[in-house]
């Protein structure tokens, strides 16, 4: 057997990383090298924090000396393994060598003893030496007799296949053979077995010996041998001295069983992976260790063929069970599959049979592509239901909550009453299932594919929603356009307890081993502040992919509500444009400011109407999640603003117009921008990005005022008084609004008559 692709692993020419490459070197003496350091530290007036620097170089070395080391025996390990079994192999011929020049040096003794016993006759010796080196002997010793007959002996017994005796036999022989060999050819040596019978008698023990081996190792290999007789003959085989050889033939007797099994199966079901990791379990290994103990070379050739047996039960795994659950979908089915295999591999740890990670590397592409077709699944069957929900709420039967099973014990009704349409209750149903499904395969370390996995599958759960908006040049096929607000809201809705509750809460399921919950670490702060390391899996990064694609759904509904409210529903004309501002100036024209209670533009009135209309309803459908009910109010004012700051038409007309931005425009303006600020603060969503633009666009228009040449603090009142009127508009309003609710209830309420 021939390594010479291999004979550059164990060069010692070949070159180490960085650092390291001084340790190659026979030559280097660690003491001196540590010497040199500090002479050369000393040099460069030496003290404790050199020394201390010094100390943590050589701990680092040290570890990258390990780490080294670690890489280089599994990298070398496939080869240690031929190695040792190509020195098992020599020392079976060794012994093979060792028994022909035994029976060579018999051949070789029993010429000589007869030219010997020749020579005896002729110088008349003594009859007792005579006797001791094979003279004739008329009353020959029992010792004598048993090792003339033992070859006839050895004959019936082989016949009548009764091997413990024969090797009993065998071993009785070798003593005979060893003390007719002990004659120290001297007088007086008075031996019980002659040298010239011993020499006869070991050419007939290897010949018997060379028959039983056969004979045995015939048994070994029969199709149907198995159980005591399987290794009652390898044990045979190994008193004999054919140990490797028998350990080969106890794995082949176990590979053929195992094949016989794997044609009986039928190629569907979960049990199909245990049925072949089974084997292993059950006979292969146990009788290895049982048999052959902890023989290096044995446990060498035990690793191989498990490794190489476990290899193709994968690929049959892979074949049978797992690419035909890909196709259909069944990724529990695969779950099962894997988790009973790797449950029988589990079991061979206590025997020194590491066959997890082997099992886990092999079936992992297959899982995962199992994985991708539930995923696609997932994503058709959501986007068929989608076609058909009404985006009417529904809430959750109080036994049904199971997002909320792993979460620690709660005060009565604290229990969040979350209520999702139709589509969102059967993505966050099919979601949990395939987490629940994965989560047994924990050591293929699967949680962060399955988790971009529902990452993405939300992803386009949140396109669907937004494409539910409604818009004129959209395609309203593929989609139920929620037309009230309320439905509107109630995308937001899905959206928000899907991605802050449901999702993390199902997802954790992956991390239970951690012993933290999503909801447990909730309670210390916002989902999107946790930190990275309280989780494997649930990391801040995925959190806030969630937290992405609910603030596209939030954008785009603020947009479709600002829209409504900047432009004329039937004749598309924009309700907020320059001459809003720009003709109060004009002889003749109409303004607020000169009542005595100056009210904000139309536009910012519809958005007050449009923030109490949208909160009340998000009271109804959104209960008990106020944070996204403000985020969302915050966003639609946030839009607002922004558009305003990047619309060109309307500063171009102000500051670059044929009709300048004059002092009742400017007030107007300054009135409005308050009136966003305190209304905003009324509604408590105001932030920082919405106080920010007001800022810039106040003074903008100010300085397009003040580029005619007018001083706009001349004019302008003060901030206490634009602060005074837009509260008292703010506050008029919501008397309007109040007393406009009031109204309709009263219409509301049936007569007596009616009823």
Not at 449 to 463: C, N, P, R, V
């Amino acid at each position: 057997m021939s390594f010479d692709d291999d004979s550059g692993i164990f060069s010692s020419n070949r070159p180490l990383p960085g650092e390291l490459a001084m340790f190659a070197d026979e030559d280097f003496n660690p003491e001196v090298y540590v010497i040199n350091r500090l002479i050369a530290k000393d040099k460069m007036s030496c003290d404790g924090q050199e020394l201390r620097l010094l100390s943590m170089e050589l701990r680092n070395l040290r570890k990258k000396t390990g780490k080294q080391m670690q890489k280089s025996v599994i990298s070398n390990y496939n080869l240690f393994i031929r190695v040792s079994q190509v020195i098992s192999n020599l020392e079976d011929e060794v012994l093979t060598l060792r028994s022909l020049l035994r029976t060579r040096a018999a051949v070789e003794r029993n010429l000589v003893v007869r030219g010997w016993r020749w020579n005896i006759a002729e110088t008349k010796v003594s009859d007792a030496n005579v006797l001791c080196y094979g003279g004739d002997d008329p009353d020959p010793s029992e010792h004598e007799r048993r090792a003339q007959s033992l070859p006839d002996v050895l004959d019936v017994l082989l016949a009548e296949r009764k091997v413990d005796q024969a090797i009993a036999a065998l071993d009785e022989g070798e003593k005979l053979v060893h003390e007719g060999y002990s004659c120290t050819h001297n007088e007086g040596d008075m031996t019980p077995v002659t040298p010239v019978t011993a020499a006869f008698l070991q050419v007939a023990l290897s010949e018997k010996r060379a028959r039983l081996v056969e004979y045995l190792i015939h048994v070994s290999q029969e199709p149907f041998v198995h159980g005591m007789k399987l290794r009652s003959a390898i044990t045979g085989l190994v008193r004999l001295g054919e140990g490797m050889h028998a350990h080969t033939l106890l794995l082949h007797s176990h590979d053929g069983s195992l094949q016989h099994n794997i044609q009986g199966l039928v190629p569907i079901g979960t049990l199909y992976g245990g049925a072949f990791t089974a084997a292993l379990s059950q006979m292969a290994a146990r009788d290895s260790s049982t048999l052959f103990g902890d023989v290096p070379a044995c446990a060498s050739e035990l690793i191989v063929w498990a490794r190489d047996l476990t290899e193709m039960c994968s690929s049959l795994i892979k074949q049978h069970v797992l690419s035909s659950v890909a196709a259909a979908g069944g990724l529990r089915a695969a779950v099962e599959c894997v988790q009973i295999a790797l449950g029988h591999c589990k079991l061979l740890e206590t025997q020194g049979l590491a066959l997890c990670s082997l099992l886990n590397k092999s079936m992992q592409p297959s899982v995962q592509q199992v994985m991708e077709a539930d995923l696609k699944r997932i994503e058709e069957s959501v986007a068929a239901m989608a076609v058909v929900d009404d985006w009417v709420l529904s809430s959750y039967p109080q036994n049904d909550l199971r997002f909320m099973a792993s979460a620690r014990p709660r005060p009565s009704g604290s229990v969040p009453n979350l209520r999702l349409s139709s589509s969102a209750h059967h993505f966050n149903s099919m979601v949990q299932d395939f987490l629940e499904g994965v989560s047994p395969l924990k050591s293929m370390h699967l949680g962060g594919i399955s988790l971009e996995g529902i990452s993405k599958l939300f992803k386009q759960y949140i396109d669907i929603l937004i494409m539910a908006i409604p818009d004129p040049g959209g395609d309203p096929k593929h989609v139920h356009y929620a037309v009230t607000e309320g439905q509107q809201l109630a995308l937001l809705a899905n959206a928000s307890a899907l991605g802050d509750e449901l999702l993390p809460e199902s997802a954790s399921k992956l991390a239970q081993g951690a012993g933290t919950t999503l909801l447990t670490m909730r309670d210390k702060g916002p989902l999107y502040h946790l930190r990275a390391d309280q989780s494997n899996l649930l990391d801040q990064a995925w959190l806030s992919n969630l937290q992405r694609g609910i603030g596209r759904l939030r954008d785009h509904l603020s947009r479709h509500h600002v829209m409504h409210i900047l432009y004329d529903g039937d004749k598309h004309e924009a309700q907020l444009t320059t001459n809003t501002y720009l003709v109060l100036d004009l002889d003749g024209a109409s303004s607020s400011l000169s009542s005595k209670d100056p009210m904000p533009s139309v536009v910012f009135q519809l958005l007050f109407t449009k923030l109490a209309a949208l909160a009340k309803i998000a009271a109804d459908v959104i209960t008990g999640r106020e944070h996204v009910v403000l985020a969302f109010l915050a966003r639609v004012v946030e839009v607002l603003v922004g558009w305003l700051e990047s619309e060109g038409s309307f500063w171009s007309g102000i500051e670059d117009g044929p009709r300048m931005l004059g002092p009742k425009g400017l007030q107007q303006f300054v009135l409005d921008m308050q009136f966003v600020v305190q209304l905003a603060t009324h509604e408590r969503c105001a932030s920082r990005l919405m106080c920010s633009v007001v800022s810039e666009l106040t003074s903008r228009a100010v300085n397009a005022y003040a580029s005619t040449g007018a001083d706009p603090d001349s004019m302008l009142p003060d901030d206490d008084w634009f602060l005074k009127t837009a509260q008292t508009a703010l506050h008029k309003l919501q008397l309007a609004e109040s007393k406009h609710q009031e109204e309709r209830a009263y219409c509301n309420i049936p007569s007596s008559n009616s009823r």
